[in-house]
């Protein structure tokens, strides 16, 4: 347990529907991130918040993609009329203000099957 | 952008050593992360190079050479518990620090 969560671990919902996902980082981590893994590969970066500013962004993130980090500490993922591509692993990752280590410390994922 | 090739799968007997090979080419280095993952779970981090060089951590190690890119990892001593998804993640960018993680290598372990 690295001391991030995801909520929830798991989640399935039909083609069409909204889905969000919330994480929460370790308490003193300022930056935030969220991946995406498919079966069989590494996880694909999706974007990047600084304290409540989402600084980058994955051509991966499409349109019906939303992220948000309202007060710098908790972060939602916001998925849009889902489609079956959409099912994959969606992990969350924090890492401590610049100057400390730049290890990242991932959640335990949340799993989206979209039927 | 970024190009990650590491072996797909590889298989070692248990007490044994196994090498996992990483080449990459990427833009704006800033080191380069192995994490282990195990089946369904999340990604746990294994080792971190910046410098050239091997970096030991028990039964663990990792070398990087930044001019030819390249880095492995060297599993000593196997354990059954070490049968996992191993990830090379170069590091791209100086602000964010985004991991760009190649597709793993699966290693069985067997007794």
């Known amino acids: 347990d690295t001391g991030v969560s995801q909520d929830p671990r798991h989640k399935i919902t039909k083609r069409g529907q909204n889905v969000t996902f919330r994480c929460d980082p370790i308490s003193e981590h300022n930056r935030l991130y969220w991946y995406r893994q498919t079966l069989g590969q590494g996880p694909e970066f999706l974007t990047y918040?600084?304290?409540?500013?989402?600084?980058?962004k994955s051509r991966l993130l499409s349109d019906r993609f939303s992220a948000e980090r309202p007060k710098g500490s908790f972060s939602t993922l916001e998925i849009q009329r889902t489609e079956q591509g959409d099912s994959a692993m969606y992990l969350c990752?924090?890492?401590?203000?610049?100057?400390?280590?730049?290890?990242?410390?991932f959640g335990p994922g949340t799993r989206l099957t979209v039927l | 952008g970024q190009n990650i090739d590491q072996p797909t799968e590889m298989t070692a007997t248990e007490g044994a050593i196994v090498q996992i090979n990483c080449t990459y080419q990427t833009s704006g280095f800033n080191g380069l992360f192995w994490y282990q993952q195990h089946a369904g779970e999340a990604p746990t981090f294994l080792s971190y190079?910046?410098?050239?060089g091997l970096e030991e951590k028990g039964r663990f190690s990792s070398f990087l050479s930044r001019s030819k890119g390249y880095s492995y990892l060297l599993l000593k001593e196997l354990q059954m518990k070490d049968s996992a998804s191993y990830l090379c993640?170069?590091?791209?960018?100086?602000?964010?620090?985004?991991?760009?993680f190649g597709k793993g290598t699966k290693l069985s372990v067997i007794p």
């Open positions: 993640a170069p590091v791209s960018g100086a602000g964010s620090y985004q991991l760009t």
């Open positions: 918040f600084q304290n409540e500013a989402q600084l980058e």
């Open positions: 190079n910046v410098l050239d």
């Open positions: 990752a924090s890492s401590p203000p610049q100057g400390r280590t730049i290890e990242q410390f």
